[in-house]
């Protein structure tokens, strides 16, 4: 009797721990993950991320819409001129319009060049783990409503003057890099989210020469000198009026300045 008792009394335990969890879980994260974490379809319906954005960002509802392309990284292979349909790339700098990217499965993608990304594109690593390395690496050049959201970007290493695809399937001429993780120029409404960045070559994030209406929350900086950006330099007057977010990150281990500067 007493033995049954006890079995009961687990399952009983162990279903109202089934119960309380998801919400004490909930409760206990921020006003961002609260906003699609809590949704137990968050995978079928992705773009509700969209509209979890805080900060000088604002809501990133124009990455949103029936008329947004669904596209899929399924190749890791990087063709920084040439690039073939599957690739991360081709989905940056070939597609017209919206898009949302996500990929297929767990990846580490080289990129032989700086990536370029096109306005109103959303990379969406979520659920699986994603690494970009190589050259560059991620540059976002006079382009608006980005998000970048759960990638690994790291050990990006600086590129010499170079020609890549840009945006709009047009081909571009590039100075050099001097390999950020993440770099923003004359860039306008970017999102920056849940990435983690470390050990690149300059810095990790560099967001300048005018760029503005930034968030940058929930990423792991580590294993790096310089880390964060904001601003070309005291003289740069396009930079006078930038409005960056910095909110729920993390820094270290291994973080000794820009955090940020």
Known sequence: MAATF?????LALFMVTLMVSPSSSLA?????????????????ERQQLAKCSV????????NIGKDIEKYKVTDLFDDPLSP????????????????????????TITLQRPLLLSSFTAIDGRGIDVHITGAGCLLVYQAAD??????????????PPSIVMGPNAKVIPLGRMDGDAIRLVTARKVWIDHNTLYECQDGLLDVTRGSTNVTVSNN????QDKVM?????????????????????????????????
């Open 6 to 10: 006890s079995r009961c009394f687990t």
């Open 28 to 44: 206990n994260m921020n006003v961002i993950d609260k906003c699609w974490r809590g949704n137990p379809l968050w995978r079928s």
């Open 55 to 62: 900060g000088f960002a604002g809501k990133m509802i124009n």
């Open 84 to 107: 073939k349909s599957g690739t991360l790339c081709y989905g940056t700098t070939m597609i017209k319009g919206k898009v949302w990217i996500t990929f297929k499965n767990n990846m």
């Open 146 to 159: 980005i998000i970048i959201h759960g990638l690994r970007i790291h050990h990006c290493k600086a590129q």
């Open 220 to 223: 792991w900086f580590r294993n």
């Open 229 to 261: 950006l904001l601003g070309h330099d005291d003289g740069h007057l396009r930079d006078k009026n930038m409005m960056v977010t910095v909110i729920f990150n993390h820094f270290g281990p291994n973080c000794n300045q820009r955090m940020p500067r």
